[in-house]
């Protein structure tokens, strides 16, 4: 049934092609938020340049312009209004095709604000009909009429849409959709739907197809990829190892797990892998047993801790990443000293640090006990602070060491040298022939600068 509804958008995607043919016309797309919504983009562009669509950088001169939204953080709704009032003025002028979609429009306050406020946007679509985008814009043209094409019941797991990549060597390969958390303060399990989980051949299909293409790298995503699920007892560790024998990948990654669901098997097919990263992003939110309890996280700050140490007996040289959320409901000065003692003791090489953002249907939205904003950036500045204080000292461990990197290109100040990515996700800034990009080579770290490394590629193997 899912391959009929790919096939009736495939013959969408040929209607507007031929509607379009001679017109020359051009898209752009913004795309907001986390790397599942990249990897949703790359599927509307794949399905934009077989209907006759060109790329442009430029939104002045574009004929169709693309929103794909996010509704994590306030922020995201700042960004869309204000980019809308700038589409307003260009539309004034000309005849462009205005389409918004992802998370976003799954909130009904914000379609209502929308078909208020905005009511010259032609196209509204959710996060279960992106597939539907050729038959949505075929609507707009042909009917000329405003197209809302939003469900409320989870999507299906699509295979086969068109996908245009936006990098040639990394890819990024969804696994899963949706989540089943319900964690308090998140907006995702309700704009997302349940957990659905792609079959182990279709992902591996996927990957063995970007392996031959010439792909090294790739990342899996999932909202909580540790609960994979793929039928018949073929869970996330399965999925690992036979990623990891996928030849010619060379650096596997994957975000983003959740502690509660990071079981030994998982931590097995890991350490018995010479592909995965040992850059883990294990988010914590809280270092609060407290606050991590209302916001429905299922650990306490004790078994963070013991899954961090699990990790690190049977993983020596892994090193972690993490998300935090500071000024959640409720939390006191003594819940947040306790997340600065959880970065202290696990010494994080990079943390994604977050301001508590109200969002509307939340069960933390309902709590009464917000935060004040000034006491809530206080405490992110001293977040901010103390992890900073560690990147120089973290960056000392590589000086002297061999380091596997991926080369992505040319420095952008200083054509000469190179650019590329430890395993651990460090810039390495060397000395280096062109032809040296896309391939993986052993460097040495001489230096640490704060937000990069040097490297010298002389005499390593
Ligand atoms: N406010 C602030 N940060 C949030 N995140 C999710 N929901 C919120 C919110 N309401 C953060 C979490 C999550 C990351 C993707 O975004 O840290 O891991
Ligand atoms: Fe949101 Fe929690 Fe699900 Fe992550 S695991 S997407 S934070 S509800």
């Given at each position: 049934m899912e391959a009929n509804e790919i096939q009736e958008q495939k013959e969408y995607i040929n209607k507007v092609s031929n509607l379009n043919t001679g017109k020359k016309l051009k898209y752009h797309i913004l795309t907001m938020g986390c790397q599942l919504n990249e990897n949703d983009s790359e599927k509307l562009v794949g399905m934009l340049e077989?209907?006759?669509?060109?790329?442009?950088?430029?939104?002045?001169?574009?004929?169709l312009y693309l929103i794909n939204t996010c509704c994590v953080r306030e922020n995201a709704e700042e960004k869309l209004f204000g980019k809308l009032g700038e589409l307003k003025k260009i539309k004034e002028?000309?005849?462009?095709?205005?389409?918004?979609?992802?998370?976003?429009?799954?909130?009904?306050?914000?379609?209502?604000?929308?078909?208020?406020?905005?009511?010259?946007?032609?196209?509204?679509?959710?996060?279960?009909?992106?597939?539907?985008?050729?038959?949505?814009i075929y609507t707009a043209i042909t009917k000329n009429k405003k197209v809302k094409d939003v469900i409320d019941i989870d999507g299906k797991v699509y295979e086969g849409l068109p996908i245009k990549r936006s990098n040639n060597r990394q890819a990024s390969v969804t696994i899963m959709y949706g989540c089943n958390n319900f964690c308090s303060y998140c907006i995702v399990p309700y704009v997302r739907g349940r957990e659905r989980s792609r079959k182990p051949e279709d992902i591996l299909n996927e990957i063995k197809q970007l392996a031959k293409e010439g792909y090294k790298e790739i990342t899996l995503l999932g909202q909580n990829v540790n609960s994979y699920n793929?039928?018949?007892?073929?869970?996330?560790?399965?999925?690992?190892?036979?990623v990891d024998k996928i030849e010619g990948i060379e650096i596997i990654r994957f975000v983003s797990p959740h502690p509660k669901d990071f079981t030994d098997d998982v931590i097995d097919a890991i350490a018995d892998s010479r592909k995965i990263s040992r850059l883990l992003h294990v988010p914590l939110q809280s270092g609060?047993?407290?606050?991590?309890?209302?916001?429905?996280?299922?650990?306490?700050?004790?078994q963070y801790l013991s899954l961090i140490d699990r990790i690190k007996d049977k993983i020596p040289e892994v090193v972690f990443s993490t998300d935090i959320i500071v000024g959640f409901p409720g939390e006191t000065e003594e819940d947040f000293e306790h997340t600065l003692d959880v970065v202290k003791k696990v010494n994080f090489?990079?943390?994604?640090?977050?301001?508590?953002?109200?969002?509307?249907?939340?069960?933390?939205?309902?709590?009464?006990?917000?935060?004040?904003?000034?006491?809530?950036?206080?405490?992110?500045?001293?977040?901010k602070a103390l992890y900073e204080e560690n990147i120089e000292k973290n960056n000392e461990k590589y000086v002297g060491t061999n380091q596997k990197i991926l080369v992505e290109g040319q420095s952008k100040n200083n054509e000469k040298m190179l650019t590329g990515r430890t395993d651990t996700n460090k810039v390495v800034i060397f000395e280096g022939d062109k032809e040296l990009i896309g391939t993986t080579i052993n460097i040495k770290i001489v230096s640490q600068h704060r937000w990069y490394l040097k490297g010298d590629s002389r005499d390593c193997p």
């Open positions: 077989q209907m006759g669509y060109k790329e442009s950088t430029d939104a002045s001169d574009a004929d002028n000309r005849n462009i095709i205005i389409a918004i979609g992802g998370c976003m429009m799954q909130e009904e306050h914000i379609t209502q604000k929308l078909k208020k406020s905005y009511p010259f946007v032609d196209i509204i679509f959710g996060t279960h009909t992106l597939h539907k985008l050729p038959e949505d793929g039928g018949e007892g073929y869970k996330f560790a399965n999925l690992l190892r036979d609060s047993t407290e606050v991590l309890k209302v916001m429905n996280r299922k650990y306490t700050k004790e090489e990079q943390i994604f640090m977050f301001i508590y953002s109200r969002r509307v249907g939340t069960v933390a939205d309902r709590m009464e006990n917000q935060i004040p904003e000034e006491i809530k950036h206080k405490r992110f500045d001293r977040l």
